[in-house]
């Protein structure tokens, strides 16, 4: 299949089978099954008969451009074929046609399973347009489509039944499922509208949007912006406003954990394949641009881009992981931590900028860390899903001892645990490594926020685990082992086949992780020496690994079991209590606390951004537009009646004075001339 052709269909593909579904729902269950599947796995197939160019690097970038308009300015539509978009097309392609494998067992004799495969089959679409579009016009329309559906899908449960609500246990906030799907829209809308206003900007200084000319052209249209004081730096925080709020990355991270509110799949497609992995191809994608403007034309404001990147993804990574180490629902967790991974990603993609030499490997190591995540947060929020669905509850202090109940998700859980917390040789060691290793590199400060965060990560990972499947077995799951037994399992055929794919995955990525990471450095390296061809005939000698790459997976190796041992003591070993702990230490209770309410930052955005509008709504709507409403309706009416009734009386006063002045006038006027004449005769 040629190359153009198969980036189509992996577009197109689950567009008409969201359009089809409600027809072949009309046929009966199976049917709408099947169209929801079948579009999906031409997409997948599609995507994989574009992976053996990613081998061949020197073959791309391959574009397919269709003319879209041509006056008063030319907009093409078009799709990029390079090694980039290959892999990203891969990871969402593949990946969500597992998750809805996944789907068949988890959704089946759901009310609204037709809307539920439009809404993931839309969002499948849109992710892959956003990644295959030519140039920045369209991929903010794919953009704008995957934040509508993941609005729909975040709130699929729109009725709000008080099982579908999450938060926290009582006395925290509770938030539905509509809340949760309107907050996404709003925080992430308001990085769209900020990266909206960049791209308009980019498009002012270089006359196109295309990706291909915007690289071919950056020496002067960069230069152009550069000779306006301050442009660089508006261009380059407002371009990534759009990704740091739809990847979650601090300040816009605190939608994702209320994503939550949405099917187990769904928490699986938006955390691990689709959108959170958006905004790092997007910076990615601005990559070269930013280089050549920092390190070629010596742009010196150029440089905000990778510092604001990399100091964001760290900052975000510990964030997170230290709030994952106190969450207690399920899913939370996993949302924490990938808010927490994704910030690894933006920290390797800022450090390719922050000392030369370390492009690609910051590069390469960035998307690495985006496949091995997608495998294995995937497959540990089909679990968490599967979990949920048998126990029924959210919390991971209503399990405990659930291995015996469900021992493939037990086996398929372990996996994907492993790999998160970068044990060798998971497929998530060597790119955390990777990580580890290029911000060693770029920044000291950096390095050791990283490593602390891969501790916290060890901590949070295997204290979740273990109250799910090991421990003292909960009151919950004794209720449910004694009323519903037959629920308590691994889930259906499906369920499990789609989680043990995944887990299969991860372990043939222990063998071949290595030679994927040789596969990407050599194309990325070929991509953008391409891309920055005009300027860049070279892209200089990659810095020296060898000494460094082992020291950093010593170090690696080292954090994650200073990590783990604490939590697997307190909460598999059980030798001692984290309550008594916590009682007896007022600095870790006061600790504890500061995380559990998110760093007080979720609460000051409340404050700020929900409670402070509210109120002064209310003040204008009840003391400035009621009132107002009052003197207008009651007292002025009576002001003007009582002006009118005095109006009118002195209007009559004056006229009946007028009258008599008018008549004794005329009467004397008439006497007068009567007088005359009379004297005449």
């Known amino acids: 299949m040629p190359t153009t052709t198969a980036a189509w269909i992996c577009v197109i593909a689950p567009f008409i089978g969201a359009a089809l579904t409600p027809f072949a729902a009309r046929l009966g269950s199976a049917a709408r099954v099947a169209c929801g599947l079948a579009f999906s796995f031409v997409s997948a197939a599609a995507a994989l008969s574009l992976l053996p160019r990613l081998f061949q690097p020197e073959s791309l970038p391959v574009e397919s451009v269709v003319a879209w308009l041509e006056v008063p300015i030319r907009i093409d539509f078009g799709l990029l074929i390079d090694p980039l978009s290959i892999v990203l097309t891969n990871v969402v392609a593949v990946i969500s046609f597992v ?12 009310a609204a399973e037709t809307r539920f495969w439009m809404w993931m089959n839309s969002f499948i679409g849109s992710m892959l347009l956003l990644v295959l579009a030519s140039n920045l016009l369209f991929l903010f329309i794919g953009w704008k489509l995957v934040g509508v559906c993941s609005y729909g899908l975040i709130g699929f449960y729109y009725t709000d039944q008080k099982k579908y609500w999450i938060g926290g246990p009582a006395p925290n906030a509770f938030v539905t499922p509509s809340e949760a799907g309107l907050k996404a829209l709003i925080v992430t809308g308001a990085g769209d509208m900020l990266m909206l206003a960049g791209i308009l900007l980019v498009y002012f200084y270089a006359g196109t949007l295309s990706f291909s000319e915007l690289y071919a052209s950056a020496p002067t249209w960069l230069a152009a912006m550069a000779d306006q004081p301050g442009m660089v730096v508006l261009v380059t925080l407002l371009l990534l406003a759009g990704p740091i709020g739809k990847s979650a990355q601090f300040p816009f991270h605190e939608w994702l954990p209320e994503a939550m509110a949405g099917p187990g799949p769904v928490s699986a497609l938006i955390h691990a394949a689709t959108m959170v992995k958006s905004g790092v191809y997007l910076v990615a994608r601005l990559v070269p641009l930013f280089y050549y403007g920092y390190w070629i034309a010596e742009i010196e404001a150029a440089g905000w881009f990778f ?114 917390m970068g044990v060798p040789p998971f497929p998530g060691f060597w790119s955390k490594d990777a990580v580890l290793l290029a911000t060693l590199e770029a920044s000291p400060l950096l390095f050791a926020v990283g490593l602390l965060t891969a501790g916290l990560t060890a901590f949070y990972t295997v204290r979740c685990f273990a109250l799910v499947f090991h421990g003292v077995e909960s009151d919950n799951l004794a209720h449910v082992r004694a009323h519903d037994p037959d629920h308590l399992n691994d889930g259906a055929v499906t369920m499990r086949g789609a989680s043990g794919l995944l887990a299969a995955l991860i372990v043939v990525a222990c063998g071949l992780a290595v030679a994927l990471e040789a596969v990407l450095h050599h194309g990325f390296e070929v991509s953008l020496a391409g891309q920055m061809a005009a300027a860049l005939p ?30 697997y003591y307190l909460y598999v070993a059980r030798t001692a209590s984290p309550e008594t702990i916590l009682q007896g230490s007022a600095p870790l209770a006061a600790l504890y606390r500061f995380f559990w309410r998110r760093w007080e930052i979720d609460a000051f955005y409340q404050r700020v951004f929900v409670d402070g509008p509210t109120a002064l709504a209310r003040v204008v709507a009840e003391d400035v537009e009621a009132r107002w409403d009052h003197v207008v309706h ?12 005095r ?5 009559r006063t004056d006229t009946e004075e007028l009258v008599y002045n008018v008549s004794y006038i005329l009467v004397v006027f008439v006497m007068l001339l009567a007088y005359l004449f009379i004297g005449v005769d």
Request: charged fraction near 10%.
């Open 307 to 420: 510092t604001v990147t990399a100091f964001v993804g760290a900052f975000t990574a510990l964030l997170a992981a230290t709030q994952g180490m106190v969450a207690v629902e399920l899913k939370k967790v996993m949302a924490y931590s990938t808010v927490s991974q994704i910030g690894y990603m933006m920290l390797a993609l800022g450090a390719a900028g922050l000392a030369p030499g370390l492009l690609v490997n910051g590069y390469t190591a960035g998307i690495f860390h985006l496949i091995s995540h997608a495998l294995f947060k995937a497959c540990l929020f089909l679990c968490a899903g599967t979990v949920i669905h048998a126990v029924h509850s959210i919390y991971i202090t209503d399990m405990g001892a659930a291995r015996r109940h469900l021992p493939l998700t037990w086996g398929f859980m372990l996996v994907a645990s492993l790999s998160l």
């Open 634 to 645: 009651r007292w002025l009416p009576w002001l003007v009646m009582e002006k009118s009734q």
């Open 538 to 567: 070279t892209l200089g000698d990659e810095a020296e690994a060898g000494a460094s790459h082992t020291l950093v997976g010593a170090l690696s190796i080292l954090v994650v079991l200073l990590g783990a041992a604490p939590a």
């Open 647 to 651: 109006l009118l009386v002195r209007l």
């Open 99 to 110: 998750i809805l494998i996944y789907c068949v067992g988890y959704m089946k004799d759901d």
